[in-house]
């Protein structure tokens, strides 16, 4: 096998690991509409913060069968030179690279989705139902993090070179 067929057997592995992160946000899904429909005009309101949030296992479901159809067009994208061949140990780096890069943007979007859905949420509910600064810290804190998550990911799938570089400097012999 070359280096694209480990890359794209190593999409689609991703892909099944999203498909399986997406049962539990769907099951989560149900309560979340129930509890809505409990508030009446209020609940209303709030309903696209909360929408917001649950949008991460529709996420994971298209990222899922995107990554198990569709490996070729995800490894010209994260190839866009088609390098093929992984022989040298730096380019061997670079493949396992991609693949944490994957792992990172599939394990960090359903972090953002949902800080970014409590940040709106805090925004709408009235102050005296508000847990504080601190509940508005970590939400920051939880949204800055996992969106440097995702940025880290998509880098490590689009190039990653420099990380490469920077794991081999100082060795003489990169095969």
Same mark, same amino acid.
């Given at each position: ?45 709030? %309903?696209?913060?909360?929408? !917001? ?13 995107? !990554? ?8 010209? @994208? ?33 972090? @953002? ?7 709106? %949420? ?14 508005? @810290? ?38």
């Amino acid at each position: 096998m070359i280096g694209k067929d480990y890359f794209i057997l190593g999409g689609k592995l991703f892909g099944v690991y999203c498909l399986v992160l997406a049962v539990p946000g769907l099951l989560s899904i149900v309560p979340a509409i129930i509890q809505i429909n409990r508030q009446g005009a209020y609940g209303h309101g709030i %309903f696209p913060m909360l929408a !917001l949030g649950q949008i991460g296992p529709l996420i994971y479901i298209v990222a899922g069968i995107y !990554l198990l159809t569709r490996g070729e067009g995800f490894y010209r @994208f994260s190839y866009p030179e088609g390098n093929g061949d992984i022989n040298a140990t730096e380019e061997k780096l670079l493949l396992y690279l991609k693949m944490l890069g994957i792992y990172l943007v599939v394990n960090y979007i359903a972090d @953002f989705l949902t800080a970014l859905s409590g940040i709106g %949420f805090a925004m709408v509910v009235p102050v005296y139902m508000g847990e504080g600064i601190e509940k508005w @810290f970590m939400l920051f804190t939880n949204l800055i993090s996992s969106l440097w998550g995702i940025l880290v990911g998509i880098y490590l799938i689009r190039d990653g070179r420099y990380v490469a570089k920077l794991a081999f400097k100082g060795l003489g012999d990169k095969s």
